[in-house]
Structure formats: structure tokens, C-alpha cells
């Protein structure tokens, strides 16, 4: 009777994450990347994960960035990259900040590991991902590029991201977790939805506060230096590197609007792309937040209340609380191009252009 007591009050401990359920499946693969037209229509729309072996051997990155380079390149030592202290991560944790050089000369020896927008001397030995070699994609959607450094042993958390990825590894493994939004997101436990991440312990989950974990279907993907894989977007995933790592993912805008992408630049390198992260930031994070509302209810449409609720809270984040509900009602009726009161996946994307216009009538009040 104590033993049980003591049970209730420490809960149920079951190993790390991904292994409470005994249902495990693996990805589609590849040998060679997919062209944008087929990866969009199969994997990006669908939101199918999707494992690419040995494309990035190809890379001039490849077999050109280690650490020699980076300790010996004048570049490096005048970049700076953001740097996580303890490789557990913990997002209560501050970054700090210090040359490439100089991380790639304590790496090993301290307790650190590199989360940075990739210095832009780099991306020049980084050629544009093929499944998204797509002009509208790299013209409108790209969000981010993204430097990943370590001498292995690091452990995300539980959680999942707000856009589309695709994780390319130049060195050592990676071990991939995930689990499909659609299917499991009331047994994922993401307690911090506003950050997109779960308090769960990845090393040791414990069942009793987060029973879910117990019925849910994981997809198990061990990266090899040279692959890239596609983590679709809201996709619950965790992470852990193995011996030293280095890798580099883009992430961009979901976009449910079917894309024709039979143009493609061939030889276009990341250093010709500009990233959005700054620019139609409402137009966008409306969009994106209509998107996000859909995929949390599995609504076919977005109804007028719905647009409502969500387009109130991209207002208030925006500090923009003079902008009236009967111009929010207005705002709908403007997207609703065939007038039937629902809002289908083009009706959304159009919203990223017709937002930023249309509060161009309150300029006088902003």
C-alpha cells in the first residue's frame, strides 16, 4: 500500500521519449532529392514526412566546412552566432552571443552547442534545396536559414514549429522523434502552446502526467552525415544529435494553395535568397495564426466567428486595438471572394497582400 501511495505521488517514469507506445513507423525515402512539383503535391500539401539520403555529399559545404576552416577563416572570426548554454535544451535559458571562431575553438571542451542564423559568408557553399527549388517559394515564403553546431549529445525539447523544414546534416547523426499533428495533437501534451513546445522530460517521460505519450504512433528517422529530411510544418518532433554535428535547415511558410513549380533556378545558392522575416509581418502572421486555427480544430473552412477570434488576437498583438469589429467583419467579406461566408485555403493566402493594403485606411490613426 505504501509502494502504491509512493507511485501516485511520483508518477510512472518510462524511458525516454518515443518509446511509450511500442508504435513505431518509419518515413518514406529517398536516394536522390524530389523536384518541387512532385515533393510539393506528395509530401509539402499532404504534410508527409520525408527522408532524402546522401543528397548534401553533393554540397560544396560538405567536405569543405570543418572545423579548421572555421578557426582559420577571417569570416568566421568576424561573425557572430548565437550560442545555447547546456545542451539539454531549456527554453527558459538566454543565449549569448560570440564569433564563430571562437565557439568552434571551445565547442568540444565546454557545455555549449550553436543555434544561429547562418552567417551569410556561408551560404554561398550551400546550393538551394531542390524540393523547393520553386520560385514562388524562395520569392515569398522563406522565413529562415539556420546554423546547427555541436559536439553531439544534445537533446531538444518536445514540440513542434510554425513552419515548413528541411534539415540538411553535414556531420555526425542525428536522431529524429515525430509524431503527425493531425493525428496525435491532443495526446501531445504541448503545454506551452504559445511557445510550441511540452515541459515533458525527454529523457524520462512520465506517464502518469502525460498519458497521451502511452497511445501515440511516433515516426523514428536516424539522420547520416549527407541527408536532408522534410519535417512538415505543426509536425511534433524532438531531436538528439549524435558525435559531432553540423547542420543547416531553411524554414518556410506553410502555403495550402496548390503551387505550380515547373520553372526552377537549377544553380541558385542560398546566398541569392532573401528571407521574410521581417517583411508584411501582419499580413503574414495572419495567414499563418488563420492556418494554425484550422489545423487545431480540423475545420474544413474558416468560418466568420472563427476569422473573428483570430484576426482580434493578431490585432491586439500588433497593438493595433483601434481597428474596429465592424473592419474586422469587413475584412472577412473582402477575402470571401466567392461571398459564401467560409474561407477556403486560397481565401486564406490571399490575406498575406490584402491585409497590409487594407489598413492602409486606418494609416491616419496608427
Known sequence: ??????????????????????????????????????????????????????????????????????????????HIVEVEQGKKENRGDESHIMSLANFVRSY?????????????????????????????????????????????????????????????????RKEFILANRSETKEKAHIDRPEEGFSSVDVDDVDTQKYPGFKDMVFYNVTMEAGDCMYIPWLWFHQVNSIDSNLAVNVWWETYRTPLACDITYNDKTWDSVHFHDNDNKIGIVAQQSLYMHHAMYNNTFIEVNDFFDVMGEVMDDFEMNHVSDGAIFELFDLVDINNDKTLTYEEIDSIREVLPKYLLLFKDEL
Open 1 to 78: 500500500m505504501i509502494w502504491f501511495l509512493e507511485l501516485l505521488i511520483v508518477g510512472v517514469s518510462t524511458g525516454r521519449i518515443g518509446t511509450q507506445s511500442g508504435k513505431q513507423l518509419p518515413v518514406d525515402t529517398f536516394d536522390q532529392f524530389l523536384l518541387a512539383d512532385e515533393f510539393i503535391s506528395k509530401y509539402m500539401r499532404p504534410a508527409r514526412p520525408v527522408l532524402f539520403k546522401g543528397v548534401a555529399k553533393e554540397f560544396p559545404a560538405f567536405s569543405k566546412w570543418n572545423d579548421e576552416y572555421f578557426q582559420s577563416s577571417y569570416d568566421a572570426s568576424q
Open 108 to 172: 568540444k571542451n565546454d557545455d555549449i552547442y550553436c543555434v544561429s542564423r547562418l552567417p551569410p559568408f556561408l551560404a554561398a557553399d550551400l546550393p538551394v534545396y531542390k524540393p523547393i527549388d520553386c520560385p514562388f517559394i524562395l520569392n515569398n515564403l522563406m522565413r529562415d536559414i539556420v546554423l546547427w553546431y555541436s559536439s553531439g549529445g544534445t537533446k531538444s525539447v518536445w514540440h513542434n514549429d510554425a513552419y515548413e523544414n528541411i534539415n540538411c546534416l553535414l556531420r555526425g
